[in-house]
């Protein structure tokens, strides 16, 4: 009987922790779109009319996000390789959820800058849709301007 009581708190220690009731955001998102919302233009499909990707959010406390552009060429030469590169946005780290936003600390993404780095994304939810919203920050694309990242899952 020891030998049982200690094994069943052995598998207590060990085992993952679990949310009593799962957030709603917790689950398996598939991308949608994925627009630049610049101002004083018209939002801009960044990886195209038809991205591909998938959002994961664990009950754990995981993030792990994968997005690529349509129609994209493999290639394994420097410039096809740099095209590939510039056309995918994958990370992953811990999150909370804070109000209307999760935050992420990364600690693996295809930018090495963002590693370490804490990333706030304002959720909501439309229906069975799952819209998610960077802050406004200055644009990489459009130097002098600010933008938001507009992306939509189901």
């Known amino acids: 009987m020891r030998a049982l009581c200690e094994a069943l708190h052995l598998m207590t220690i060990c085992s993952p922790t679990f949310a009593q009731e799962p957030h709603q955001l917790v689950g398996t998102w598939k991308l949608l779109s994925q627009q630049a919302i610049v101002e004083g233009e018209a939002p801009q499909n960044t990886f ?6 998938y959002l994961i959010v664990t009950r754990e406390g995981r993030v792990m996000a994968l997005f690529t552009a349509d129609n994209r060429k493999g290639g394994m030469g420097d ?23 999760f935050v992420f600390t990364v600690d693996v993404s295809w930018n090495e800058s963002w590693n370490g780095t804490e990333q706030r994304r304002h959720f909501r939810f439309e229906g069975d849709k799952l819209i998610v919203e960077t802050a406004l920050a200055p644009s990489i694309m459009h130097p002098g301007k600010t933008a938001v990242a507009k992306l939509v899952f189901e």
């Open 48 to 53: 195209g009319e038809q991205p591909k990707g």
């Open 79 to 101: 410039a096809e390789r740099a095209l590939l590169h510039k056309s995918m946005a994958p990370a992953s780290g811990k999150y909370r959820i804070d109000g209307t936003s």
